[in-house]
């Protein structure tokens, strides 16, 4: 057996570009699937993990209940609209709700998102069992008009610290300078992390966000323009975070909602579950695309093979000629095909990891949603076993034919 893997790896050799780019699809196809797999399931953990910390119902504006789930807990996209304060005044004193925290989203410092709250927000937490999810680790909570606390994140990427001022930004991204407001804000505070996308964001109080907003012209907002409605702008949030006292609780809540016109509410882990069927959908076609890759491996090898044999036929008559035996080089064609292969895959394995980790920090900076690539076992042995049965059924035909050259025809043609 050591002398046929010297000679198939001899033969390997031997066409260093055939051997190459056979290398090299296969390895593309197996780190195709595997980038797919491995971000898809990254971004699933990595959503659920930003959405844990708060364990709400979610109180926003009519609309798409996907959307007021992702533009309120990961502070992705277009708030659905604005509803009036008095909504979450009502829920504060709801029997049926044992928290609700009022979040007023519209202007930014530097690209990071103001989020207007008030001091029930250091209450929230995963569970009963569990400790809050906001905790400062520096200065203080705001206790004033135009106090701010930062998220961790936001503390690094702007470089503030406490005591120091800012001036706010109107919408989400950074704008022009007629875009900047008047009225500084002074660092009171920072939070520890709490691996949300909330550490991106800077903490102030509602009553911050109506008076900068109190004296702004009533005009039609555009699609890309995500401020407080400037009809009276003190009455309005975006949304309210509430903790249903129990699961009969947040039916009730839900129901309620659901049939008046005034609001919605919206269960996280329902509407990120019609995300997680499109990202299904896409695994699907991508795994069609990288089976279609696979294939076309397969038919590389296969060619790659079957024509070696056949421009060797006079050497392997002569290694017939010399004692060698035809299973002996039935072995060496099919360990070929399988060096070829497993070289390949572990090519694949550390090309997608790696292409993976990239892709992952990239949407884990832009994003702030943590996307961790974890190793799957199910997805490993699919990734191995898969190519391998393919490698060696790619070198059966040019296997038999090297195993049926005739020493006679080959080495004395007539």
Not at 181 to 193: A, L, M, R
Not at 302 to 323: D, H, K, P, Q, V
Not at 346 to 363: E, M, P, R
């Amino acid at each position: 057996m050591t002398y046929d893997l010297f000679l198939a790896w001899r033969s390997l050799r031997s066409r260093p570009v055939q051997s190459g780019i056979t290398l090299l699809i296969i390895g593309l196809a197996v780190a195709l699937p595997l980038v797919v797999l491995s971000l898809s399931d990254g971004a699933r953990r990595g959503i659920v993990r930003a959405s844990d910390p708060f364990g709400v119902l979610v109180i926003g504006a009519k609309g798409s209940g996907q959307q007021l789930v992702l533009s309120t807990l990961l502070l992705q996209g277009a708030p659905v609209g604005n509803i009036p304060t008095t909504l979450y005044t009502e829920l504060r004193d709801d029997t049926r709700a044992t928290l609700a925290v009022p979040i007023a989203l519209g202007d930014n410092v530097g690209g990071a998102r103001l989020v207007g709250t008030s001091a029930d927000l250091l209450e929230l937490r995963p569970s009963t069992t569990e400790p809050p999810t906001f905790r400062i680790v520096q200065g203080r909570f705001f206790e004033a008009a135009f106090e701010a606390v930062l998220g961790s994140a936001a503390a690094q990427a702007l470089g503030l610290t406490v005591g120091d001022t800012f001036l706010a930004s109107h919408g989400v991204a950074p704008g022009l300078e007629e875009d900047v407001h008047d009225e500084p804000y002074t660092i009171v505070g920072v939070f520890d992390s709490t691996s949300s996308p909330y550490d991106t964001a800077v903490f102030v109080s509602l009553e911050s966000i109506w008076h900068t907003h109190e004296h702004e012209e009533d005009e039609r907002l555009s699609a890309f323009d995500y401020a407080i409605e400037p009809t009276e702008p003190e009455q309005m949030i975006t949304a309210v975070l509430v903790k249903p006292a129990g699961f009969i609780e947040a039916n009730l809540l839900w129901q309620s909602f659901s049939t008046g016109t005034q609001a919605q509410a919206a269960f996280p882990g329902q509407e990120l579950g019609a995300l997680f069927d499109l990202f299904a959908q896409v695994e699907r076609i991508l795994g069609a695309v990288g089976g279609l890759v696979l294939v076309i491996a397969g038919l590389t090898a296969f060619l790659s093979l079957y024509n070696a044999i056949a421009a060797r036929e006079g050497t392997i008559a002569l290694m017939r000629a010399l004692g060698c035996s035809r299973t002996s080089i039935f072995r060496v064609v099919i360990l070929e095909s399988l060096i070829a292969t497993i070289a390949g895959i572990i090519l694949g394995q550390l090309l997608g990891y790696v292409t993976a980790l990239v892709i992952a920090a990239l949407l884990t900076a832009q994003s702030a949603i943590p996307i961790p690539v974890q190793f799957l076992p199910t997805q490993a042995t699919l990734l191995w076993l898969t190519p391998l049965l393919l490698g060696v059924a790619a070198a059966i035909i040019p296997a038999v034919r090297a195993y049926r050259v005739e020493i006679i025809q080959k080495l004395f043609p007539t």
